[in-house]
Nanobody, 113 residues
Framework: EGQLMESGGGSVQPGGSLRLSCAAS????????LTWVRQAPGKWLEAVSSISWNGDSVHYLEAVKGRFTISRDNAKNTLYLQMDNLKPEDTAVYYC??????WGQGTQVTVSS
């Protein structure tokens, strides 16, 4: 079964930036679209962004459009999420996922002054 491992989370001030990475193994990475999902405390899971197998098609949650950029490097089996102009409401655990099959363990992003 495939595995996904996120990294790059942390604590930043509002307006700051973070770059999340997701290293994949155990499956044919470039066969699948991938998704970043987040869960804020006390809230439902929400899909933040998704990308097609070759990166040609991307989608974003309205709340992050213009601030987040999803990308992938199929040669490195790695998915990325560049997050700029972070807001306190972006605070959540971020997961990369090969929906609906498997997810990573998540990485915490905290945006606070």
């Amino acid at each position: 079964e495939g595995q996904l491992m996120e990294s790059g989370g942390g604590s930043v001030q509002p307006g700051g930036s973070l770059r999340l990475s997701c290293a994949a193994s155990g499956f044919t990475f470039d066969d699948y679209p991938l998704t970043w999902v987040r869960q804020a405390p006390g809230k439902w899971l929400e899909a933040v962004s998704s990308i097609s197998w070759n990166g040609d098609s991307v989608h974003y949650l309205e709340a992050v459009k213009g601030r987040f950029t999803i990308s992938r490097d199929n040669a490195k089996n790695t998915l990325y999420l560049q997050m700029d102009n972070l807001k306190p409401e972006d605070t959540a655990v971020y997961y990369c996922a090969n929906l609906p099959s498997f997810w990573g363990q998540g990485t915490q992003v905290t945006v606070s002054s």
